[in-house]
């Protein structure tokens, strides 16, 4: 008896405002779900964070329901729970996965809390902040006690745990009962498979690079599902790797090495079945910082989906040192003005609009912003 194990696929997130990333996130789902169908597994489990958002578009929920038909033509049964990011967190709230339930998809919630496959135990409970955490022990006792009639026991959760993140956990490992044979989890988007109890507990990880932050995991551990082999009684896992749809560079560059540096990464894209993601530090020397800025974009702007500099002269040039100084003041209130975006983007357009508009440089200006609007609106 074997399943698929997958997570956090976050479909419908528009990552950095680009509508390619929303599509790259689908694409990259669906890929999972055909190579979960060539696996001939009798059923999948999906740990939560199907969704990005409590309230996807219709086009997102389009694309699981797709998946969805796909697998169920294929005899796989689906089991889920909602994750933080697809619960409605107000009282009675349901999950947007509650619109696939009469499409076949075997949704466990606080009302249908377990399910009897052949004579495999399959329970769970959807995400819980850390002020339920006492109500949710409850719920997993609960489980345990009902598990106990049954041979074989998985227990889906998304939440975390001390153990993989210190200070955002809601569960400590001494928190969950230890008779399950496989602890289908999700939340952290790293893969992680560690023996609990007689049994696994695994993180399948998110499907695609959801920050910056999961590019070390992604380049030690891949990205994908696994495949859980539960006719014995600890059981089997096989990592399955899927390929996120493009690559994510981050680069430190040390100012005398730039041209050099530019050169290596242009080779390296070159080898690249897509645009890549581009994440640049330069750091060392004195440099002018929008030279630099510039000759990345016009070097590498065509070449990746998104290029995010950080530019660190030691010293300012006196160029930038009189933008400094003038626009301090102005720099400070614009960015408390834009605080409610929270977009790092945002006030990087106004600071450099600011920049051009206050040198008189219009063209310059309109650069920018038509640059700025092709990245996030095309
Ligand atoms: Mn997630």
């Not at 169920?72 to 009675?92: L, P, Q, S």
């Not at 006792?141 to 049954?150: I, P, Q, R, T, V």
């Not at 200006?365 to 092709?374: D, E, I, L, P, Y």
């Amino acid at each position: 008896m074997r399943f698929a194990h997958i997570a956090d696929s976050h479909l419908g997130f528009r990552q950095y405002g680009l509508y390619q990333r929303e599509k790259d996130f689908s694409d990259v789902f669906k890929r999972n779900i055909d190579r979960i169908i060539e696996e001939k597994v009798d059923f999948v489990i999906h740990s939560g964070d199907l969704f990005h958002m409590s309230k996807p578009s219709p086009k997102t929920l389009l694309i699981f329901q797709e998946a969805l038909l796909k697998l169920k033509e294929n005899d796989i049964d689906v089991f889920a729970i909602a994750g933080n990011h697809d619960t409605v967190m107000r009282k009675d709230a349901l999950p947007p996965q509650i619109l696939s339930k009469n499409l076949g998809l075997k949704l466990i919630s606080p009302n249908k809390p377990y399910y009897i496959y052949e004579d495999i135990f399959i329970g769970g409970s959807p995400y819980q902040s850390k002020p339920y955490r006492s109500n949710l022990i409850d719920s997993i006792n609960l489980l345990s006690k009902e598990a106990e009639k049954y041979e074989r026991r998985i227990l889906i959760l998304h939440q975390g745990i001390d153990k993989y993140i210190p200070f955002e956990f809601e569960l400590e490992l001494s928190d969950i009962p230890q008779n399950f044979d496989y602890y289908c989890l999700g939340h952290i988007h790293s893969r992680i498979v560690e023996d609990f109890g007689n049994g696994k507990l695994a993180y399948s990880g998110s499907t695609e690079i959801c920050s910056k932050s999961e590019v070390s995991d992604y380049q030690k551990n891949r990205k994908g599902f696994y495949i859980v082999d539960i006719s014995k009684k600890n059981p089997e896992i096989e990592k399955i790797d899927v390929k996120p749809k493009r690559e994510f560079i981050i680069k430190h560059i040390d100012y005398s090495n730039l041209n050099n540096d530019i050169s290596y990464l242009k080779e390296k894209i070159r080898n690249l079945d897509e645009k890549p993601i581009l994440d640049i530090t330069v750091e060392g020397g004195n440099f002018n910082r929008s030279d630099v800025y510039e000759k990345l974009i016009n070097e590498l702007g065509d070449l990746t989906l998104r290029i995010k500099s950080d530019l660190n002269p030691e010293q300012l040039t006196r160029d930038d040192e009189k933008v400094e100084n003038s626009t301090l003041n102005t720099k400070d209130l614009l960015i408390k003005s834009l605080s409610e975006y929270g977009n790092e983007d945002i006030n990087n357009l106004a600071i450099n609009l600011l920049d051009k508009l206050s040198k008189d440089k219009i063209d310059d200006a309109k650069r920018v912003a038509k640059h700025f609007c092709t990245e996030y609106f095309s």
